[in-house]
């Protein structure tokens, strides 16, 4: 059935190898990066109710109310960030676009996210947490269209890997954070996950330094070609 669609085995023979993928150092610390991202995360998703019921005195009805307010301020910011990341990538660049996404909304993020555990009053609190996951979810984007753009054909791959390391992020802060928060109390452990997103945004700063894929991916494969 080859013969139905002779482009099949040329675009099979263009994936690159999961050893080829590991290699490139672009994908590397993208996949860093995205460990980060997945440590400020999961602090949000498995930590956040119990924060405000515990430290902060809101009841478990109350509690569960606020601690959505959140993520209705990410469901605003997600694709606000993905039409300005394409918009700044379009006027300077794939990477400095998306790099630009992630330094403001890690940032941002960061900085909020350890004023709310100094503020005192009960809004300040609110609302530096709802802006901190917006500002979170504002740079998600920017994560998988630089995937992809350092992919090529190898997106799924790439993609995986990605997400995988977030997931590692997100199991060394699940079990990390009572540790922290046990021996040390809340603020330091609202602090690290400040300190893992200006990591983050720090971590792009050497993302997109070289071609995408120099080594051995997608551009190798176009010299191939070239040379066939």
Partial sequence: MLWINPERP???NERASLFEVLRNRDILFLSLSYTCEGYVLF???????IYLVEVRGF????????????????????????LVCD??????GRFAGARMV?????GLSGALLYAAAKFNGRLAVIAALCVSVGALYFAEPAFWATAVHLSKE???AVSGIMNTAGILGGIVST????????????????GSGA???????????????????????????SESRSRD
């Avoid at 009841?59 to 993905?82: E, K, N, Q, R």
């Fill in 43 to 49: 602090i949000f998703v498995f930590w956040l109710y």
């Fill in 102 to 106: 992630i330094i403001v909304g890690y």
């Fill in 195 to 221: 300190a893992v997103a200006v990591t983050c945004a720090g971590l792009w700063l050497v993302i997109g330094r070289r071609p995408p894929m120099q080594s051995g991916l997608a551009d190798s494969h």
């Fill in 59 to 82: 009841s478990m009805l109350s509690g569960g109310l606020v601690a959505s307010l959140p993520w209705l301020t990410a469901m605003v910011f997600a694709p606000i960030g993905g």
């Fill in 87 to 92: 918009r700044l990538s379009e006027a300077r």
């Fill in 154 to 156: 190898n997106a799924g």
């Fill in 175 to 190: 079990s990390l954070i009572p540790v922290i928060v046990k021996y040390f109390g809340w603020l330091p452990a609202l």
């Fill in 10 to 12: 040329t675009r099979a």
